[in-house]
């Protein structure tokens, strides 16, 4: 399958999810998951249990995180990774095929040391954005190595979703820094098709939008 290359700037026609202007919901989204999570972490009347999933409601939405490695997590002036998943559903069809195969993707975690936590949130258009965050680049490999991870985005993204975009980036200073994310490439697929479409963006080589996520 042929993967196509998009500017920093550049626009699909006929595929408004490629839009550059996305960058900045997104990273707003990612922002928030990380807020999240370092509240919880932060909060002592919260026990956070490793590999325990908190779930809670902001706006009568649905928002979770899981810790993984809580010491990893919070090194200081460490930077850390992170994989921050955003679809566009078929809101019409039943999604729970899909959570179950994420709720057994999630309790694979315990297998790949590398990642560190897991986190949810419901948008207000009624999809969800995920943000994994691992220690270093090649622990997202290892996982993406796992049967079931593979099963679901081969299997079941193109059943549920219409299209995909899956930033990956790193976190300057861990969560004990700014609480910054910085999204260095973006990887695009169409499922609207028989025949899947996919690009990916390159952020690091200059030109790229303002993908600030208070711009």
């Given at each position: 399958?042929?993967?196509r290359i ?45 590999f325990t ?145 996919q690009a ?16």
């Amino acid at each position: 399958m042929t993967q196509r290359i998009l500017g920093p700037q550049q626009v699909v026609r006929g595929r408004p999810f490629t839009k550059p202007s996305l960058y900045r919901a997104d990273t707003r989204a990612l922002t928030y998951m990380l807020h999240d999570l370092k509240c919880l972490i932060d909060a002592d009347r919260i026990p956070v249990v490793p590999f325990t999933a908190i779930e809670w409601e902001v706006n009568g939405l649905s928002r979770r995180s899981m810790v993984c490695d809580l010491a990893t997590l919070t090194g200081r002036h460490k930077e850390l990774c992170f994989v921050g998943f955003f679809g566009e559903r078929h809101l019409d069809r039943s999604m729970e095929p899909l959570e179950s195969a994420n709720a057994e993707l999630v309790l694979e975690f315990r297998n790949y040391p590398g990642i560190l936590s897991y986190s949810s949130m419901e948008l207000y258009d009624g999809n969800w954005a995920n943000l994994v965050i691992h220690d270093v680049p090649k622990a997202r490999e290892y996982w993406r190595s796992s049967e079931r991870h593979a099963e679901a985005a081969e299997r079941l993204s193109p059943q549920f979703y219409q299209s995909v975009r899956i930033h990956n980036g790193t976190i300057p200073g861990g969560l004990s820094g700014g609480g910054d994310v910085v999204i260095q490439t973006t990887k695009y697929w169409d499922y609207r098709k028989s025949r899947v479409w996919q690009a990916v963006r390159d952020l690091t080589a200059g030109n790229a939008p303002d993908i600030h996520a208070n711009a």
